[in-house]
């Protein structure tokens, strides 16, 4: 949440351990922070490798959205769907995320766009995004359910 990340996810090489590689892979997964763009981490990645013979082919990529406000009406109605269905101990906060959710197909439409999820995940269940045997407890799931319905009938 402070700054841009990049992750190598995949690396291929040699096809065999006792076998000379004649060539290397790697994808390297990156998020951008607000105020970096795509311009500025492929530079970033090109300064990092030194090295000219070293192809960099972007594959799939978007700008980070624009921040949505965190005042006015939009937020008040997010803010009363949170207290009204997790709880009063729930303290409505922004914040940046990084992960490139499908929100940013939703920015060419509305100017306030906000990536929340409200299912309280165990470190368990978080351990499981995007991994093997991905879950959500029912009781869980159906408190969500609950929050998008009190947004709906707020707004």
Same mark, same amino acid.
Not at 35 to 62: K, P, Q
Not at 151 to 155: K, W
């Given at each position: 949440?402070?700054?841009?990340?990049?992750?190598?996810?995949?690396?291929?090489?040699?096809?065999?351990?006792?076998?000379?590689?004649?060539?290397?892979?790697?994808?390297?997964n990156?998020?951008?922070?607000?105020?970096?763009?795509?311009?500025?981490?492929?530079?970033?990645?090109?300064?990092?490798?030194?090295?000219?013979?070293?192809?960099?082919?972007?594959?799939?990529?978007?700008?980070? %959205?624009?921040?949505?406000?965190? #005042?006015? $009406?939009? =937020?008040? @109605?997010?803010? &009363?769907?949170?207290?009204?269905?997790?709880?009063?101990?729930?303290?409505?906060?922004?914040?940046?995320?990084?992960?490139?959710?499908?929100?940013?197909?939703?920015?060419?439409?509305?100017?306030?766009?906000?990536?929340?999820?409200?299912?309280?995940?165990?470190?368990?269940?978080?351990?499981?995004?995007? %991994?093997?045997?991905?879950?959500? #407890?029912? $009781?869980? =799931?159906? @408190?969500?359910? &609950?929050?998008?319905?009190a947004?709906?009938?707020?707004?």
């Open positions: 949440m402070v700054r841009t990340t990049a992750v190598v996810t995949e690396l291929s090489g040699a096809p065999g351990e006792n076998v000379l590689a004649t060539s290397a892979k790697a994808s390297v990156i998020r951008l922070l607000t105020g970096d763009t795509i311009e500025s981490a492929t530079a970033h990645v090109r300064r990092a490798v030194s090295d000219d013979n070293v192809e960099i082919e972007i594959r799939h990529a978007s700008n980070p %959205s624009p921040v949505s406000p965190w #005042r006015g $009406e939009p =937020w008040r @109605r997010i803010a &009363g769907a949170v207290v009204s269905t997790l709880g009063t101990d729930v303290v409505p906060t922004p914040y940046v995320q990084l992960g490139a959710s499908d929100s940013r197909w939703f920015t060419a439409i509305s100017e306030h766009v906000y990536r929340f999820t409200p299912f309280h995940l165990t470190r368990a269940e978080r351990d499981t995004l995007h %991994s093997h045997n991905e879950r959500i #407890r029912v $009781e869980v =799931w159906l @408190r969500g359910i &609950g929050f998008y319905r947004l709906i009938e707020a707004s």
